[in-house]
């Protein structure tokens, strides 16, 4: 998983949590820090983890940037990008695992729904061949 953050203490540490708690095994988390001037980078810190990477920006460079940064930094053969405001649902590693098995090797990307805070959810899952 690749999560850019930006001064986002508090939303890093929920967003970290929902991917340590998934129970699919065998995952990263490279967590780019984007130049954060706030106690971010203590909050990343606080989770030791061997999962858990962080590379920072010395300064801020978007999230675009950021997102680039944690590519180059990722190990995986899949990547999931997680915005440092949300959260991963319980299961969402298994099922995405379960959906890469069941399609064709032509696929590239995936896309899955969100749900939101209210219950309503956005449209998905989508699968996208290249």
Known sequence: MVIPVFNRP????????SCLDQEHAGFEIVIVDDGSTDDTLAAIGQWA???????SH?????????RNTGVRNARGEWLVFLDSD?????????LMARRIRET?????????????????QAAGPVVEEV
């Open 49 to 55: 983890d061997e999962r858990v990477t962080t590379v």
């Open 58 to 66: 010395s300064g801020n460079r978007g999230v675009c940037a950021a």
């Open 10 to 17: 508090r939303e890093i540490q929920r967003a970290l949590k």
């Open 104 to 120: 064709s090797s032509t696929i590239q990307r995936l896309f899955f729904c969100y749900a939101y805070p209210d219950g309503s």
């Open 86 to 94: 949300d959260e991963l649902l319980p299961g969402a590693l298994d």
